[in-house]
């Protein structure tokens, strides 16, 4: 994928961080790189979520034509479809040589407005970059995946970095964040550890990777485990976990991530005032349950334990946070934290100790 360096985020009418979570982390990890948001709504009455974050909100797409090198789609599909303003802003975007950078699972080039537009799809067009006879931007579609994965063959098993996986007592919930800050705290201790991303917005922070829902079950372990093995001489690699085992909705992805990375230890990422699984009316597990299904599931392919438990403690102050953290460390006996609130030290140190030789000068 082309290295884009002045990025235009699509946030129309973003008014929480959890429908507009691209956003979210793309400014906390990819700060630089952001020149302006776009959110034809926002107005005084009605603030975007991200405006106080000192970059620029503007009307349209319009507005940073000779600014900007692409624009990132930030939300989530109202109802599964794309809105018509949005589409405006994509093929506003293209006609003027901003590329799209595409987290959805929609392709654009399918869609009758845009190709009204921007004239039909030119051959050159491949599943992961579609081009448009009249647009002179690209959109890149990150969810593309490459078409010869293979199944699992299990030599993940065998690498010589050791592999920590981020897993949740729900979908979005934090799994994301844990992980990369996981690695950047490994990063500053000296160790040789790396990112994996198997998400769309994994992909759009590292540059790489496979989001990983969009591969065919069979093979969604292999995919996994592949990228694994490109970085398998590091000390330790910190993995990027999907979903819920407790969500009906995004399980599958969940179980194949635990059994492609096959970690040697998880973390355990949850949302204490969270009571339902999102989109459904089941209870979430207490953590203890959780533990035990996860230890299990991944005793399938390799032993493993969580660790540490991460808490998205965004909706509580920081006293309730406390509280929180120290009610789920009396639960279940580990360490936990609030990466945000109050940094990620304590999961990395338990991480060191069951890992790191005293004396390694990590």
């Known amino acids: 994928m082309r290295k884009h360096t002045k990025l235009a985020l699509l946030v129309e009418g973003a008014r929480d961080i959890f429908n507009a979570k691209t956003a979210s982390l793309l400014l906390r990890y990819r700060a630089n790189d952001i020149v302006m948001l776009v959110d034809p709504a926002h107005s005084t009455a009605k603030p975007n979520v991200f405006a106080n974050q000192g970059v620029p909100v503007i009307n349209s797409i319009k507005d940073a034509i000779g600014k900007v090198d692409a624009l990132v789609i930030c939300l989530v599909l109202p109802e599964g479809k794309v809105p018509a303003s949005w589409l405006n802003e994509v093929t506003t975007a293209i006609k003027n040589g901003i590329d799209v950078l595409n987290p959805l699972h929609i392709n654009f080039g399918t869609l009758e407005p845009v190709v009204k537009v921007l004239g039909a799809v030119d051959p050159s067009s491949t599943e992961a970059v579609t081009v448009f006879k009249n647009g002179k931007g690209k959109v890149y579609n990150i969810r593309a995946v490459p078409d010869d994965l293979e199944l699992l063959s299990l030599k993940v098993l065998n690498t010589k970095a050791k592999r920590v996986l981020t897993v949740g007592t729900d979908c979005n919930i934090g799994k994301m964040l844990t992980t990369l800050e996981l690695n950047s705290a490994a990063l500053k201790h000296g160790l040789d550890s790396s990112f994996i991303a198997t998400g769309q917005i994994g992909i759009l922070v590292k540059g790489e ?131 945000v609130k109050f940094g990620i030290d304590k999961l990395f140190e338990a991480i060191k100790k069951e890992f790191l030789k005293p004396g390694c000068g990590c």
């Open 209 to 339: 990777g496979i989001a990983v829902d969009r591969v065919i079950s069979d093979f969604l372990p292999g995919a996994v485990e592949r990228l694994v093995l490109k970085e398998q001489d590091r000390d330790i690699l910190f993995i990027e976990g999907q979903g819920s085992l407790f969500s009906p909705l995004y399980s599958p992805v969940t179980l194949g991530l635990i059994h492609g990375g096959a970690p040697d230890a998880m973390i355990l990422c949850h949302a204490p005032t969270r009571k339902k699984v999102r989109y459904t009316d089941n209870n979430l597990p207490d953590l203890k349950t959780a533990i035990k299904i996860y230890e299990s599931m991944a005793g399938i392919v390799n032993k493993s334990k969580v660790l540490g438990i991460s808490l998205n403690c965004h909706d509580l102050s920081e006293a309730e946070a406390k509280l929180a953290i120290a009610e789920a460390e009396k639960q279940t006996g580990l360490p936990a934290t609030d990466p």
